[in-house]
């Protein structure tokens, strides 16, 4: 079984701060590892995926995250925070078995970007 | 290219009813899947369906079916509605059945059972 944790419902910073959104999951077999953007009344927006190339992966808007294994950790991070990266943020995983899938997603984090 | 579309954007149901949504992928994208987003349970994966056939289920009742036709647009139905399907339905697609490809997702509808 594959379940994914995001720490913190909300996340607060100011305006030009680090961003940094935890993820941790577990999986039995290598995952393949994602985080979404939601914002209002919007369905989800890729930021950046990992499937077993680099460990760093840079994405859409200035966003990266990093793949550690022996943490079982995707925590997202950017480094100066905009007005506009408010928004509900997911981290899912999923892994692959016979050539099915199904992915989980966590509970999301609500960043809260402050002026 | 269009994005995915899905219809209705909002649905006010009562109990006992039953609903059909309605998600039409990007051009090309032969994979819909459909999820269940509410403020108690998150975002759970419904189902998948790839060229017709459905990939692969999650943990929901029977009540929960889809069908895909043959232009990969995608229809979920919901029979004998309860209060605690109340949710955002979004779907996804991509251009196959992989585990690496982006998932793009529609707007959602949003489904009130009263």
């Known amino acids: 079984a594959q379940s994914v944790t995001q720490l913190g419902s909300h996340v607060s910073v100011s305006e030009g701060a680090l961003v940094l959104l935890r993820c941790n999951y577990s999986?039995?077999?290598?995952?393949?590892l994602f985080w979404y953007v939601q914002y209002p009344n919007q369905g989800l927006q890729l930021l950046l995926k990992y499937t077993s190339a680099a460990t760093l992966v840079k994405g859409i808007n200035g966003f990266e995250a990093e793949f550690k294994k022996s943490e079982t950790s995707f925590h997202l991070t950017k480094p100066s925070a905009h007005m506009s990266d408010a928004a509900e943020y997911f981290c899912a995983v999923t892994t692959t078995s016979g050539g099915s899938y199904i992915p989980t997603f966590g509970r999301g984090t609500s960043l809260i970007v402050h002026p | 290219k269009a994005g995915v579309t899905q219809t209705p954007r909002y649905l006010i149901k009562t109990r006992g009813q039953q609903v059909t949504l309605s998600c039409s992928p990007i051009s090309g994208h032969r994979s819909v899947s459909w999820y269940q987003q509410t403020p108690g349970q998150g975002l759970q994966f419904l189902f998948e369906y790839f060229s017709e056939t459905q990939r692969n289920k999650g943990n929901f009742p029977g009540r929960f079916s889809g069908r895909q036709f043959s232009n990969s647009r995608s229809e979920m139905n919901v029979s004998t509605l309860e209060l605690g399907d109340s949710a955002l339905y979004l779907c996804?697609?991509?251009?196959?059945?992989?585990?690496?490809?982006?998932?793009?997702f529609g707007p959602g509808t949003r489904l009130t059972v009263l």
């Open positions: 996804a697609s991509t251009r196959d059945s992989q585990t690496t490809d982006t998932q793009y």
């Open positions: 999986s039995s077999v290598p995952p393949y």
